[in-house]
């Protein structure tokens, strides 16, 4: 296995990504703080260059390429942010992309993905496996894989998030995340443990598809079928070693949320917070909704991952 990232690779991240990543803004709502009877921060990474945290780990990661890498370019597979996060990345540092993309990936991030100039190359994600694919390509074009969430540099990347919010904030009690593959959760894990030891980190994930939450509570990666959700940046189908073992000693608990528990949660952010929040950006928030009473009265940091939704979809899933 490789080896894991440390917080002190989450703070050489930062220095790296600094003046090229967004400094997102800590949004509050007293709405919410009176509905749920807690201090609630949420950091905005829906307003992170490309719409997603996914910005903070890709450029982490391409950034520190050799020279060679860098010639003969990155492939990385992706439902969408992932994607156009190493796209993006690429453009700025002048490296060849080549995405591998669900077919059914939402439009919008296609269109972004090949937007920032990368070759996307398409597949099904119920019968094809975007990781076999992106080994074929890199084995004959000798392009160096950044996987979205199982690389220390991706887990370092994205835990800058959760860095600049308790740096911003103060030391906080919880703090939710998305759960997909982990990459996120990982490196909020590794900067709410070195910056408020005390924090409960609390990982959430689709209801349809909870093979993180199975996977701690068995005690190994439990591999599941493509979950159908509209959550699609956590659509995936296990959890990674790296990202695995981060959980297991880092995690108060893993939690799920269903897709009507995301639509009210998205209804919420656009309504009272006048924000775009894509499905899987929710989760957090609808987790906290649901363990409102554990919450009384403490300091909780909600990470939203992004608000790439495509806009037909975003307002047939508020109008029901």
């Given at each position: 296995?490789?080896?894991?990232p440390?917080?002190?690779?989450?703070?050489?991240?930062?220095?790296?990504?600094?003046?090229?990543?967004?400094?997102?803004?800590?949004?509050?709502?007293?709405?919410a703080d009176?509905?749920?009877?807690?201090?609630?921060?949420?950091?905005?990474?829906?307003?992170?260059?490309?719409?997603?945290?996914?910005?903070?780990?890709g450029?982490?990661?391409?950034?520190?390429?050799?020279?060679?890498?860098?010639?003969?370019?990155?492939?990385?597979?992706?439902?969408?942010?992932?994607?156009?996060?190493?796209?993006?990345?690429a453009?700025?540092?002048?490296?060849?992309?080549?995405?591998?993309?669900?077919?059914?990936?939402?439009?919008a991030?296609?269109?972004?993905?090949?937007?920032?100039?990368?070759?996307?190359?398409?597949?099904?994600r119920?019968?094809?496996d975007?990781?076999?694919i992106?080994?074929?390509?890199?084995?004959?074009?000798?392009?160096?894989?950044?996987?979205?969430?199982?690389?220390?540099?991706?887990?370092?990347?994205?835990?800058?998030?959760?860095?600049?919010?308790i740096?911003?904030?103060?030391?906080?009690?919880?703090?939710f995340?998305?759960?997909?593959?982990?990459?996120?959760?990982?490196?909020?894990?590794?900067?709410?443990?070195?910056?408020?030891?005390?924090?409960?980190?609390?990982?959430?994930?689709?209801a349809a598809?909870?093979?993180?939450?199975?996977?701690?509570?068995e005690?190994?990666?439990?591999?599941?079928?493509t979950?159908?959700?509209?959550?699609?940046?956590?659509?995936?189908?296990?959890?990674?070693?790296?990202?695995?073992?981060?959980m297991?000693?880092?995690?108060?608990?893993?939690?799920?949320a269903t897709?009507?528990?995301?639509?009210?949660?998205?209804?919420?952010f656009?309504?009272?917070?006048?924000?775009?929040?894509?499905?899987?950006?929710?989760?957090?928030?609808?987790a906290?909704?649901?363990?409102?009473?554990a919450?009384?009265?403490?300091?909780?940091?909600?990470?939203?991952?992004?608000?790439?939704?495509?806009?037909?979809?975003?307002?047939?899933?508020?109008?029901?």
């Open positions: 296995m490789t080896s894991l440390t917080y002190a690779d989450v703070e050489a991240a930062a220095a790296r990504i600094a003046g090229v990543a967004h400094k997102t803004p800590v949004l509050t709502s007293t709405t009176q509905a749920l009877g807690c201090k609630l921060f949420f950091k905005a990474e829906n307003f992170q260059r490309m719409g997603a945290f996914k910005f903070r780990g450029y982490n990661s391409v950034a520190k390429f050799t020279p060679e890498q860098k010639k003969t370019g990155v492939v990385a597979y992706s439902s969408g942010n992932h994607a156009q996060a190493v796209a993006l990345a453009k700025i540092l002048g490296v060849p992309a080549v995405i591998v993309m669900p077919h059914d990936a939402p439009a991030k296609v269109a972004a993905t090949k937007g920032y100039g990368a070759e996307v190359v398409s597949y099904d119920y019968s094809e975007r990781e076999a992106g080994a074929k390509l890199s084995a004959e074009r000798g392009l160096t894989i950044i996987p979205p969430y199982n690389h220390p540099d991706v887990i370092a990347g994205q835990g800058t998030a959760a860095k600049e919010l740096e911003e904030v103060g030391p906080l009690d919880y703090v995340a998305p759960v997909g593959g982990g990459g996120l959760i990982s490196g909020t894990a590794l900067s709410a443990k070195a910056l408020c030891p005390d924090c409960k980190v609390i990982g959430v994930e689709p598809g909870n093979d993180a939450q199975r996977s701690l509570a005690g190994r990666i439990v591999h599941i079928d979950p159908k959700t509209i959550a699609d940046g956590a659509q995936t189908q296990h959890i990674g070693d790296l990202t695995y073992t981060i297991k000693y880092n995690l108060a608990e893993i939690r799920t897709d009507a528990e995301l639509i009210e949660a998205m209804g919420f656009a309504t009272r917070m006048k924000i775009v929040v894509e499905p899987t950006g929710c989760l957090g928030f609808a906290a909704k649901q363990i409102a009473p919450l009384a009265g403490k300091r909780v940091g909600i990470i939203l991952s992004g608000g790439n939704v495509d806009m037909t979809r975003f307002c047939e899933l508020l109008a029901g």
